[in-house]
């Protein structure tokens, strides 16, 4: 897709990466930097969410977002885990970068997820944020339902790995 520059607004000759031909202004098409967590308990399973909106309404998910302007993933991370839990989750470590698609008003971007594996903290209760989510629930780690996006299945089957170990 060809667009407009970001600086000057001028139309660009080519889709991105592209240099403006108005004010030299290179521009590129880079993955876009999330925060996310693998919810674990105790036992093995890991906590998913049911979205509540596109892209993938209706599958699950783990918790997690698109990064503020400048915002540590890890710190994107755990805010995203209080807006979409309702509680502070216990960040854990970490478990990997994932370069994925994330359409969105017609057009497909590159997402680089970074993932956690995170605690709930003794007596959470969870308070779903009805815009994000529908449902939340426990999976056995090593068969979770089919997730809305090709990076949490790479993040779920690293945390089956350190759980299995």
């Known amino acids: 897709m ?17 240099v403006c031909g108005g004010c030299g202004y290179e521009q590129y098409l880079n993955a876009r930097p999330t925060g996310s967590l693998v919810v674990t308990d105790d036992a ?18 783990t918790p997690g977002g698109f990064c503020d302007a400048w915002e540590q993933p890890a710190d ?3 805010r995203e885990g209080l807006e979409e839990l309702g509680v502070q989750v216990i960040l ?29 903290p ?13 449902q939340a629930r426990w999976f056995d780690a090593a068969a979770p339902p089919p997730l809305a996006f090709s990076t949490m299945i790479h993040a779920v089957h690293a945390v089956a790995l350190v759980l299995k170990s």
């Open 76 to 78: 994107a991370a755990v």
């Open 92 to 120: 854990g470590e970490f478990l990997g970068m994932f370069v994925g698609s994330y359409p969105f008003q017609g057009e497909v971007f590159p997402v680089l997820d970074c993932f956690w594996r995170a605690t709930l």
């Open 122 to 134: 003794a007596g959470a209760r969870l308070k779903l944020d009805p815009a994000e989510s529908t």
């Open 2 to 18: 060809i667009g407009h520059c970001f600086r000057c607004g001028q139309l660009l000759p080519q889709a991105l990466p592209a």
């Open 44 to 61: 093995g399973q890991i906590l998913l969410l049911r979205r509540a909106r596109e892209p993938g309404l209706g599958l699950w998910e």
